[in-house]
């Protein structure tokens, strides 16, 4: 079974009184939102790799649009009446195509079974069937994309061992769009394509924050061949089993999971004949990583919990329950990703690691700014004050940087001035150009909003500087427009 929520306490004073508060709160009127945020996911479903080509233009700011749909969902039981477009202008309308189409790769994406995926595709086809008729009978097609929603979401409780209603909360999301019911699959709103380039590990912010995590702990399970600066802390000590390990994570590293996986597998038996728990609950983890950049997310959630079931090592387990917070969050479920969180920054404090510790709150600082909770802050402090007392100046940024947003979203653009120049100076130290570019661009659109064109234009001259370090056309030609439109100002 997965952990459940508050199953270990933190280890950090502070820490640990924000946990109980937050616990206090669970079955109050006060968390409302979080179980309306439950109920109105946003509309990604799970996600997956399109055969189609990735283009960066199309990618959609997720977060965003867990709090557009949120605030739709409020104006929808206040007037009864969706909005066709948000307040930026941009539509709200999703053709039923293009749902049909999204539920379909949902399908592919979490490896549904033969005989499962007959059963869902039937009721599909009588989506499609309905909806191009003239006169849509909606309530029979909101019925039927209910029903394969639950078919979907019971194979994937039936794998994770726990109760899971992931599709069908993407469905409701849906149902608070203006839904267009006549069948044309011309007709694309790019806010709710659910598209990720090939291998999604090239998700610039998801690669970050699971790269913070994965440089912060003690890695017990590193080879040579991750880092050829150091030599590994630990190895198998069979020496058949380390031959099977090292092969594997270089078949991992060749883009070849498939190749990778199968010799995790002899891995796995070999363990088992020896009985190295240990290195088994390791192996559990490199398969979930593998499934989980090639966005086979079911199988992921799968191998993480096994990697955390007998294993003694704090260092495995923050980093497996990290993993499954960031599936879990990436699809809306936040109540599962936030209990992860929490569990991984519980093992991390065991473990002495203050920078997972300050990973992890930062992203439940992120959860609460996106559902317009200012009790983001708290997590935000606390996880300052963690990464205060380290040396990893990335880490420092990531929290600088999350503060920024969230000040930003809730109006206070003094500080979220701020707190970008502080995510600046610490990417600056950490060598980590992308960031400071983007920083530096954050900084400009807010001193645009201050009609402060001088100081917005050197702000984007030094993003301009530290974007060309990096190999980021779209940020690059995103700036050098912003330049432009900043000099027909004077």
């Given at each position: ?151 979907l979401d019971g194979y994937i409780s039936e794998t994770l061992n726990k109760d899971s209603k992931v599709v069908e909360n993407w469905i409701d999301a849906l149902f608070l769009q203006q839904i267009d019911f006549k069948y044309n699959e011309e007709e694309i709103n790019p806010q709710f394509l659910v ?296």
């Amino acid at each position: 079974m997965l952990n459940g929520i508050f199953q270990r306490p933190y280890l950090a004073k502070d820490t640990k009184s924000l946990v109980k508060r937050k616990q206090d709160n669970e079955n109050t009127p006060q968390t409302q939102r979080e179980q309306e945020a439950d109920q109105n996911s946003k509309s990604k479903g799970l996600q997956y790799t399109d055969n189609t080509s990735y283009k960066e233009e199309q990618q959609v700011d997720w977060r965003q649009m867990r709090s557009q749909i949120q605030a739709q969902a409020r104006q929808t039981t206040q007037t009864q009446i969706a909005p066709t477009k948000d307040l930026s202008g941009r539509s709200s309308v999703i053709n039923i195509a293009q749902i049909i189409k999204d539920f379909r790769n949902t399908v592919s994406a979490i490896g549904t079974p033969d005989n499962l995926k007959e059963e869902v595709e039937g009721y599909l086809s009588l989506v499609e069937k309905q909806v191009q008729k003239d006169d849509t009978n909606v309530r029979l097609v909101k019925s039927n994309l209910k029903n394969a929603s639950s078919i979907l979401d019971g194979y994937i409780s039936e794998t994770l061992n726990k109760d899971s209603k992931v599709v069908e909360n993407w469905i409701d999301a849906l149902f608070l769009q203006q839904i267009d019911f006549k069948y044309n699959e011309e007709e694309i709103n790019p806010q709710f394509l659910v598209k990720f380039p090939e291998g999604s590990t090239q998700e610039e912010n998801k690669v970050e924050e699971k790269t913070i995590v994965q440089e912060t702990i003690t890695e017990p399970i590193q080879q040579e061949i991750e880092t050829k600066s150091k030599v590994v802390a630990f190895v198998p000590q069979d020496k058949e089993l380390k031959s099977l390990f090292i092969q594997s994570k270089k078949l991992a590293y060749a883009h070849e999971p498939e190749k990778a996986i199968m010799n995790f597998r002899k891995a796995i038996e070999r363990a088992d004949e020896i009985g190295d728990i240990e290195t088994k609950s390791k192996i559990f983890y490199e398969v979930g990583k593998i499934y989980d950049d090639h966005s086979f997310f079911a199988e992921a959630l799968k191998s993480y919990n096994q990697s955390i079931q007998n294993t003694k090592d704090n260092n495995v387990k923050t980093k497996a329950h990290y993993s499954m917070a960031q599936i879990y969050d990436d699809v809306n479920q936040i109540k599962p990703a936030l209990d992860h969180y929490f569990n991984s920054i519980s093992y991390a404090g065991e473990a002495e690691n203050l920078a997972a510790q300050s990973t992890s709150l930062t992203k439940m600082g992120n959860i609460f700014t996106d559902m317009y909770d200012n009790n983001a802050f708290e997590y935000f402090s606390v996880a300052d004050d963690l990464a205060s007392q380290t040396k990893n100046e990335r880490v420092k940024g990531f929290v600088s940087a999350s503060t920024g947003n969230a000040y930003e979203a809730f109006g206070d653009s003094q500080k979220a001035l701020k707190s970008y120049s502080n995510a600046v100076k610490h990417y600056v130290d950490a060598e980590a150009p992308l960031k400071v570019a983007q920083n530096y661009t954050k900084a400009a659109d807010i001193m645009v909003e201050f009609s402060n064109v001088s100081k917005a234009k050197g702000l984007l001259a030094k993003a301009q500087n530290y974007a060309r370090q990096t190999d980021d056309i779209n940020l690059m030609n995103e700036i050098n427009q912003k330049l432009d439109s900043l000099g027909l100002l004077g």
